[in-house]
C-alpha cells in the first residue's frame, strides 16, 4: 500500500510504461435464465486474448463482504486503505468540474430525482436528463438564500449536480438524503454529531425550497443529497511511487480522485474511444496512466443485463488500440462489481488481470469471474495491485539487504 512504511525508499523511477484501465462495475453475477454472468456472455476477443498472455486473479476492493462506493473501490487499485483514507463523494464532484475547495466547505453530490403526486422517489436519477436541462435546473437552485451561509449548486453531467456550501463552524457528519430505494420519500438529512446540527438544519432548508422552486418540472422535481465531505489530506501517488502520473476519465468524479491523489488530469472528450486518443496523444509525458471506463457500471445500476453486455462489447472493441502502445504492464481491473442482477454496486470479488513480459500467464483464458478463479494471483486486496503493477515495471527495488 502506499503508506508501507518503506515505500518511498524502494520506489524507484524508470522509462517503463503502466495502464490501469478501470472498468467500473466490472464484475456481475449470472443471469438466471443462461447461468452466464454479462462478462461470460459478451463477445469480447479481445480481452480473452489479453487474459491468456496475461496473470489473473481477483481482488476484494475493501474487506469480504462490504459492498464499497465507486471511491474506495479506485482508492484500493491506487493503493490507498479505502477506510484510512475516506473521501466523500461531494468532494470528489466538485474537484473534478474544477471546484477550488476551502479545507473548512462542505460539498455534497446531487441527483435530481422524480416525485410521484405522493410525493415518493419514482426516478432516482430523473431519467438521466441532459447535462444542458440540469443545469437550468441548477440555476434555479442558485436562487436558494439562506441567511449566515453561501449555497453554490453547480451541473456535473447529465442528472448530478454539486452543492457547496460555506459559513461557519459547518460539518460534514451528516446522513444523505438518498434513501437508495423507489416508492419512499426522500430523506430530511440528520446530524450525526452535535457539532453538525446547525448544518443539517441549513440543508434541510435548502431541501425544503429545492422541492418548492422544483415542483412543476415533469423529470427532475426534486434533489437527493449524499457524500457530504470536506477536502481531505492525502499522500500523492507521484511523490511516494515516484511517477509521474496522470488520470483520463470522461466523468468528473473520477478527475477529483485522480486529482486527489496527485495524478495530472489530462483534458479529454465525451466517449471512451477519445479516452484512449487522448491516452496516445499524450503516452510519451507520463509513466503511469489511469484510465476509466463507465458505461459498463451505468448499465449494471439501471439493472440492465444486456446493455452491459453491449458496453462490455463496446469496451473490447477499443482494447487493440491500447495495446498497440505496448506498455510495459497494462493492467485492466474494475473498482467493484455491479450486477444488473443487484441493480448496483456488490461485495463481490472483480475478475482483473496484468500483462508483461516478466509475468507468469496461467490457465485463465477469459477476463470473466468464473475464469479469474483459477488465475495465479488468487485473490487479493484490490490495494496489492498497484504494487504488483510497479513491481512488474521494475519501479520498486529490492527491499532489505
Given at each position: 500500500?502506499?503508506?508501507?512504511?518503506?515505500?518511498?525508499?524502494?520506489?524507484?523511477?524508470?522509462?517503463?510504461?503502466?495502464?490501469?484501465?478501470?472498468?467500473?462495475?466490472?464484475?456481475?453475477?449470472?443471469?438466471?435464465?443462461?447461468?452466464?454472468?454479462?462478462?461470460?456472455?459478451?463477445?469480447?476477443?479481445?480481452?480473452?486474448?489479453?487474459?491468456?498472455?496475461?496473470?489473473?486473479?481477483?481482488?476484494?476492493?475493501?474487506?469480504?463482504?462490504?459492498?464499497?462506493?465507486?471511491?474506495?473501490?479506485?482508492?484500493?487499485?491506487?493503493?490507498?486503505?479505502?477506510?484510512?483514507?475516506?473521501?466523500?463523494?461531494?468532494?470528489?464532484?466538485?474537484?473534478?468540474?474544477?471546484?477550488?475547495?476551502?479545507?473548512?466547505?462542505?460539498?455534497?453530490?446531487?441527483?435530481?430525482?422524480?416525485?410521484?403526486?405522493?410525493?415518493?422517489?419514482?426516478?432516482?436519477?430523473?431519467?438521466?436528463?441532459?447535462?444542458?436541462?440540469?443545469?437550468?435546473?441548477?440555476?434555479?437552485?442558485?436562487?436558494?438564500?439562506?441567511?449566515?451561509?453561501?449555497?453554490?449548486?453547480?451541473?456535473?453531467?447529465?442528472?448530478?449536480?454539486?452543492?457547496?456550501?460555506?459559513?461557519?463552524?459547518?460539518?460534514?457528519?451528516?446522513?444523505?438524503?438518498?434513501?437508495?430505494?423507489?416508492?419512499?420519500?426522500?430523506?430530511?438529512?440528520?446530524?450525526?454529531?452535535?457539532?453538525?446540527?446547525?448544518t443539517a438544519s441549513t440543508v434541510n432548508r435548502f431541501l425544503s425550497s429545492?422541492?418548492?422552486?422544483?415542483?412543476?418540472?415533469?423529470?427532475?422535481?426534486?434533489?437527493?443529497?449524499?457524500?457530504?465531505?470536506?477536502?481531505?489530506?492525502?499522500?500523492?501517488?507521484?511523490?511516494?511511487?515516484?511517477?509521474?502520473?496522470?488520470?483520463?476519465?470522461?466523468?468528473?468524479?473520477?478527475?477529483?480522485?485522480?486529482?486527489?491523489?496527485?495524478?495530472?488530469?489530462?483534458?479529454?472528450?465525451?466517449?471512451?474511444?477519445?479516452?484512449?486518443?487522448?491516452?496516445?496523444?499524450?503516452?510519451?509525458?507520463?509513466?503511469?496512466?489511469?484510465?476509466?471506463?463507465?458505461?459498463?457500471?451505468?448499465?449494471?445500476?439501471?439493472?440492465?443485463?444486456?446493455?452491459?453486455?453491449?458496453?462490455?462489447?463496446?469496451?473490447?472493441?477499443?482494447?487493440?488500440?491500447?495495446?498497440?502502445?505496448?506498455?510495459?504492464?497494462?493492467?485492466?481491473?474494475?473498482?467493484?462489481?455491479?450486477?444488473?442482477?443487484?441493480?448496483?454496486?456488490?461485495?463481490?470479488?472483480?475478475?482483473?488481470?496484468?500483462?508483461?513480459?516478466?509475468?507468469?500467464?496461467?490457465?485463465?483464458?477469459?477476463?470473466?469471474?468464473?475464469?479469474?478463479?483459477?488465475?495465479?494471483?488468487?485473490?487479493?486486496?484490490?490495494?496489492?495491485?498497484?504494487?504488483?503493477?510497479?513491481?512488474?515495471?521494475?519501479?520498486?527495488?529490492?527491499?532489505?539487504?
Amino acid at each position: 500500500m502506499i503508506d508501507f512504511p518503506h515505500i518511498e525508499e524502494i520506489s524507484q523511477s524508470n522509462k517503463s510504461k503502466v495502464i490501469l484501465l478501470v472498468v467500473d462495475g466490472l464484475g456481475g453475477l449470472p443471469n438466471p435464465s443462461t447461468g452466464m454472468s454479462e462478462l461470460e456472455t459478451a463477445y469480447t476477443p479481445n480481452l480473452d486474448q489479453l487474459a491468456t498472455e496475461s496473470a489473473c486473479g481477483l481482488t476484494t476492493p475493501v474487506i469480504p463482504g462490504i459492498t464499497p462506493g465507486s471511491g474506495p473501490g479506485h482508492l484500493a487499485l491506487f493503493g490507498y486503505d479505502p477506510v484510512k483514507y475516506y473521501i466523500g463523494r461531494g468532494v470528489l464532484e466538485a474537484l473534478g468540474i474544477g471546484i477550488k475547495l476551502g479545507k473548512d466547505d462542505i460539498a455534497a453530490r446531487g441527483n435530481f430525482c422524480t416525485l410521484d403526486d405522493e410525493g415518493n422517489i419514482i426516478d432516482r436519477r430523473a431519467g438521466r436528463i441532459p447535462t444542458e436541462q440540469s443545469t437550468i435546473l441548477c440555476q434555479k437552485l442558485n436562487s436558494i438564500d439562506i441567511d449566515g451561509f453561501e449555497l453554490s449548486v453547480e451541473p456535473v453531467r447529465d442528472h448530478r449536480f454539486v452543492l457547496i456550501l460555506r459559513g461557519d463552524a459547518l460539518s460534514d457528519r451528516l446522513t444523505q438524503t438518498d434513501p437508495e430505494q423507489l416508492g419512499v420519500s426522500p430523506l430530511e438529512t440528520k446530524a450525526l454529531t452535535d457539532s453538525a446540527t446547525i448544518t443539517a438544519s441549513t440543508v434541510n432548508r435548502f431541501l425544503s425550497s429545492a422541492r418548492e422552486l422544483l415542483k412543476d418540472e415533469s423529470l427532475g422535481n426534486m434533489v437527493l443529497l449524499r457524500g457530504f465531505s470536506k477536502i481531505p489530506t492525502m499522500p500523492s501517488m507521484s511523490q511516494r511511487y515516484k511517477l509521474h502520473p496522470a488520470g483520463i476519465a470522461a466523468y468528473p468524479m473520477y478527475r477529483g480522485l485522480a486529482s486527489l491523489c496527485g495524478m495530472e488530469i489530462i483534458g479529454t472528450g465525451e466517449t471512451f474511444k477519445e479516452e484512449v486518443e487522448t491516452l496516445a496523444q499524450n503516452y510519451d509525458k507520463h509513466d503511469f496512466f489511469f484510465l476509466h471506463y463507465k458505461p459498463a457500471d451505468a448499465a449494471g445500476e439501471d439493472g440492465d443485463f444486456d446493455e452491459k453486455v453491449r458496453a462490455l462489447e463496446a469496451l473490447d472493441v477499443e482494447i487493440p488500440n491500447i495495446v498497440k502502445l505496448n506498455p510495459e504492464v497494462l493492467v485492466v481491473a474494475g473498482d467493484h462489481s455491479t450486477p444488473a442482477l443487484l441493480a448496483g454496486h456488490s461485495w463481490h470479488p472483480v475478475p482483473f488481470l496484468l500483462r508483461s513480459v516478466l509475468c507468469r500467464p496461467d490457465e485463465a483464458k477469459r477476463l470473466t469471474e468464473r475464469e479469474c478463479t483459477v488465475g495465479s494471483f488468487g485473490q487479493l486486496p484490490a490495494t496489492s495491485l498497484m504494487f504488483l503493477a510497479l513491481g512488474h515495471a521494475g519501479k520498486l527495488a529490492k527491499y532489505g539487504p
